[in-house]
């Protein structure tokens, strides 16, 4: 499980990530998030709610609610230009802390 | 299974969603999407075959209790105060400007007759830079609108402000009592050589 610094600190970029891959809304991101890291990303589900509101604030997403299949209406998310500008950023800062890492430990970091 | 079909699962999510809506940090559209995320949770929960009471109990558990979320969602949904106190120093700043404006009017009514001796060169200065009096209020204006529409307005900021602007009226003070005080001494020379 990873600490509650790291979950935090990755929160933006992987909701950045996962909205490459298309319009989304909070549940289905904490279950891709969960699904995708083998279920060590744990975040405190409600809490993703104020990020994505920021998120929102600082137009690098917007969101629209809309009737899901189900009748329920639901918030979907999506991916606006400046997101994808600070998702590249996102990228070089955590490949930078990646590759340092790696030198560092003279192997790429393992999942074990 | 008896007790399984007493629970009232629209009862106890508005309860819970009640409680978090006391808060007033926790706005109606919040309340809303934390509503969708539990419900759809809980049928997740129920495919596995759990009971509604247990599906809601986790799911709940899971989005966090009103004590987690509560000052998560107070940093994005920031009251208007810290917009109001900007309006409020902009006003009481602008009031100061006016004053010494006004103050500065003072040394033509201490003025002596035509015949008399001119205001001291200092005075006659700040008397005629009176005009300028307008730029800061207007200069602390124009930051104000800033404030309000800018897109990140969580940040508390009439702090900076509140100090920005009794700097700019300590030193506006400072010239203008001296340019007062010196016709008063000028003129209480003239009274005593008399």
Redesign the interface.
């Known amino acids: 499980m990873l600490s509650k610094e790291l979950v935090a600190a990755s929160t933006v970029p992987l909701v950045l990530s996962v909205l490459t891959q298309g319009e989304s809304?909070?549940?289905e991101l904490i279950?891709r998030v969960r699904e995708l890291s083998g279920n060590r990303i744990e975040w405190?589900?409600?809490?993703l709610?104020?990020?994505l509101?920021?998120m929102e604030?600082?137009?690098l997403i917007e969101a629209e609610w809309r009737e899901a299949e189900?009748g329920?209406?639901?918030?979907y998310y999506r991916l606006r230009k400046e997101g994808r500008k600070a998702l590249q950023d996102e990228k070089q800062q955590w490949m930078s802390v990646h590759e340092t890492l790696a030198k560092l430990w003279n192997t790429y970091p393992s999942s074990t | 299974m008896e007790h399984v079909s007493q629970f009232d699962l629209n009862a106890a999510l508005r309860l819970w969603l009640e409680r978090l809506g006391q808060s007033p940090q926790v706005k109606v559209e919040n309340l809303k999407e934390l509503e969708s995320h539990v419900l759809d949770s809980v049928t997740q929960l129920q495919t596995k075959g759990l009971s509604s009471e247990e599906s809601f109990l986790i799911a709940t558990h899971r989005a966090g209790s009103p004590a987690q979320l509560e000052p998560e969602f107070a940093k994005v949904n920031r009251s208007p105060l810290n917009k109001i106190i900007h309006g409020l120093i902009l006003v009481v700043f602008s009031v100061g400007c006016w004053l010494l404006w006004a103050i500065l009017h003072l040394p033509n009514l201490m003025r002596p007759a035509p015949q008399g001796r001119p205001l001291p060169g200092f005075t006659q200065f700040m008397v005629g830079c009176g005009s300028y009096w307008a730029v800061p209020p207007l200069l602390a204006a124009g930051y104000c609108p800033y404030v309000w529409t800018r897109k990140h307005g969580g940040r508390s900021s009439w702090m900076g402000f509140f100090a920005a602007t009794i700097a700019i009226l300590f030193f506006l003070i400072l010239p203008t009592l001296i340019a007062i005080l010196l016709p008063m001494i000028d003129f209480m020379n003239q009274l005593v050589s008399k």
């Open positions: 809304y909070g549940y279950q405190t589900e409600g809490m709610y104020p990020v509101h920021w604030d600082e137009d189900t329920r209406k639901r918030k």
